[in-house]
C-alpha cells in the first residue's frame, strides 16, 4: 500500500509571496489532515477534511491560509501572503478510522 | 496553554537498557492516546496506542501505561536500540466527543551503543 504523498519537499520563498503544497492521501481514506510543524514543537492541526467536505478548520489563518480537497481526493494548502512565521513543516495526512493517521514526509518550507 | 506536555525535550540512554519517555496532559476529557516515533526528514509514525478504559498497552518492545489520575502516560522501550533513536510524540484526543488530537512538543530519544 503506497504511502502519503506529498510535494514539493521543500521550498523557499520570500515573505509576501505566495506557495501552494500538494497531498495525495492513501487511497481509501476518507480523512485527510495538514498540520504546520514549527521547529521544536508539535505538529499542530489546520484542517481537517471528511472526503471534500472540512470537518475542522479552527486553527487555520483563514487570512492567508486556504486549502481544498477536490473530488475528495488529493488536496492542496496555499499559503498567499507569506510571512517569516509560516516557516515549518507542513504534513498531511490521511486515515480511515479516527484510531490513527498515517504522515506524509512533509514539506520544509522557509520564508526569508 | 499546553494541553498536552512533554517535559524532557531529550533523552539519551544506552543500548540495551530500558527507554521511559513521558507525557502529561491537563485536559481530563481526554480518552484516547497515541505515540508516534518520528525520524529526521520523514513524517510521524504510529507507534502504539492506548484508550483510556485501559492502563497498559503492549506491542513487542513498546510498552505504554496511562495512569488516569494523574494525567500522565509512559512509553516503555526494552530493550533500547539504535534504531529507536529518533524523537517521541505523545498524541492526546477526547475521541468519544468527536475532538482531533493534540500533539506534545516531543521527546529526543538517542540510543547510545
Known amino acids: 500500500e503506497a504511502g502519503v504523498a506529498q510535494s514539493p519537499r521543500y521550498k523557499i520563498i520570500e515573505k509576501r509571496q505566495s506557495v501552494a503544497f500538494w497531498c495525495n492521501p492513501i487511497?481509501?481514506?476518507?480523512?485527510l489532515y495538514w498540520y504546520q510543524q514549527i521547529l521544536g514543537q508539535g505538529p499542530k492541526l489546520l484542517i481537517q477534511f471528511q472526503n471534500n467536505g472540512v470537518v475542522d478548520d479552527s486553527q487555520l489563518p483563514k487570512d492567508r491560509f486556504s486549502a481544498e480537497r477536490l473530488k475528495g481526493v488529493d488536496s492542496t494548502l496555499k499559503i498567499q501572503p507569506a510571512k517569516l512565521e509560516d516557516s515549518a513543516v507542513y504534513l498531511c495526512?490521511?486515515?480511515?478510522?479516527?484510531?490513527?493517521?498515517?504522515f506524509g514526509p512533509g514539506t520544509r518550507l522557509t520564508v526569508t | 496553554d499546553q494541553q498536552v506536555k512533554q517535559n524532557s525535550p531529550s533523552l539519551s540512554v544506552q543500548e540495551g537498557r530500558i527507554s521511559i519517555l513521558n507525557c502529561d496532559y491537563t485536559n481530563s476529557m481526554f480518552d484516547y492516546f497515541l505515540w508516534y516515533k518520528k525520524y529526521p526528514a520523514e513524517g510521524p509514525t504510529f507507534l502504539i496506542s492506548?484508550?483510556?478504559?485501559?492502563d497498559k498497552n503492549e506491542d513487542g518492545r513498546f510498552t505504554v501505561f496511562l495512569n488516569k489520575s494523574a494525567k500522565h502516560l509512559s512509553l516503555h522501550i526494552v530493550p533500547s536500540q539504535p534504531g529507536d533513536s529518533a524523537v517521541y510524540f505523545c498524541?492526546?484526543?477526547?475521541?468519544?466527543?468527536?475532538?482531533?488530537?493534540?500533539f506534545g512538543p516531543g521527546t529526543r530519544l538517542s540510543v547510545l551503543p
Open positions: 498524541a492526546a484526543s477526547a475521541l468519544t466527543y468527536g475532538q482531533n488530537f493534540v
Open positions: 487511497s481509501g481514506h476518507a480523512t
Open positions: 495526512a490521511s486515515s480511515r478510522t479516527a484510531y490513527e493517521q498515517y
Open positions: 492506548i484508550s483510556s478504559i485501559k
